[in-house]
């Protein structure tokens, strides 16, 4: 069965790292996403992308990157990590019809 | 920009009971989706109902109905005969036909009381 799986499940880092959270999915839905869960404010896009080569600034982006190399990948780079990253980060995938597939979460803690 | 509003941050019901969670959205376009999702304790994201704007008839999944008024840009979601399993997280979501981006509420969090 396709899915969309992220790793890790569970993090913890320090003040001014560089993480990557990875996004993998087997449906080749050209459209990925990332979210971020914090309390209060349900899910916030982060960043995305309609294919290949495509990324885009969702409404949180400061502090993150992502590349899309390939359909299936599009991992989730904190370039120096900060205490107000600490939150679940949700990856998502979508191909049109509004049918949206969503990863497990990775938790994050910055501390 | 569109936003999600969900103005019950907390509710629950007794166990078999019906209950109703409000969601009103804000957009001046006129072609999108409107969508329920479930997050247990688990943290997975699980869809429960999906809304076309463009159809007037309230889509429904089996106890899972939802009041669709357009014009009042109004999505609430009617779960009928609550079980201890809909305990849960919920957040009404927002999409637009032009991009694929989901804006979502804040979320309600349900209590099925036995």
């Known amino acids: 069965d396709a899915e969309i799986t992220q790793s890790p499940r569970h993090k913890i880092t320090e003040t001014g790292r560089q993480v990557t959270l990875a996004c993998h999915q087997t449906?080749?839905?050209?459209?990925m996403f990332w979210y971020r869960q914090d309390l209060g404010h349900g899910l916030r896009l982060i960043h995305y992308?309609?294919?290949?080569?495509?990324?885009n600034k969702g409404e949180v982006s400061d502090g993150y990157s992502v590349s899309r190399s390939n359909t299936e990948d599009l991992p989730l780079t904190l370039e120096s990590a900060a205490s107000s990253q600490t939150s679940v980060y949700f990856c998502?995938?979508?191909?049109?019809?509004?049918?949206?597939?969503f990863g497990q979460g990775t938790r994050l803690t910055v501390v | 920009a569109q936003t999600v509003t969900q103005s019950q941050p907390e509710m629950s019901v007794q166990e078999a009971e019906t209950v109703t969670l409000s969601c009103t959205y804000d957009?001046?376009?006129?072609?999108?989706?409107l969508f329920w999702y479930k997050q247990p304790p688990s943290r997975q994201m699980i869809l429960v109902i999906r809304?076309?704007?463009?159809?007037?008839q309230n889509a429904t999944e089996n106890r899972f109905s939802v009041n669709f008024q357009k014009a009042a840009k109004s999505f609430s979601l009617k779960i009928s005969d609550s079980q201890l399993g809909d305990t849960a997280m919920y957040f009404c979501?927002?999409?637009?036909?032009?991009?694929?981006?989901?804006?979502f509420g804040a979320g309600t969090r349900l209590t099925v009381k036995p």
């Open positions: 449906w080749n839905h050209n459209n």
């Open positions: 809304q076309e704007a463009y159809k007037q």
């Open positions: 979501a927002f999409m637009k036909h032009s991009n694929n981006d989901m804006r």
């Open positions: 957009t001046s376009e006129s072609n999108y989706y």
């Open positions: 998502a995938s979508s191909e049109g019809s509004g049918r949206t597939f």
């Open positions: 992308s309609y294919g290949v080569q495509d990324t």
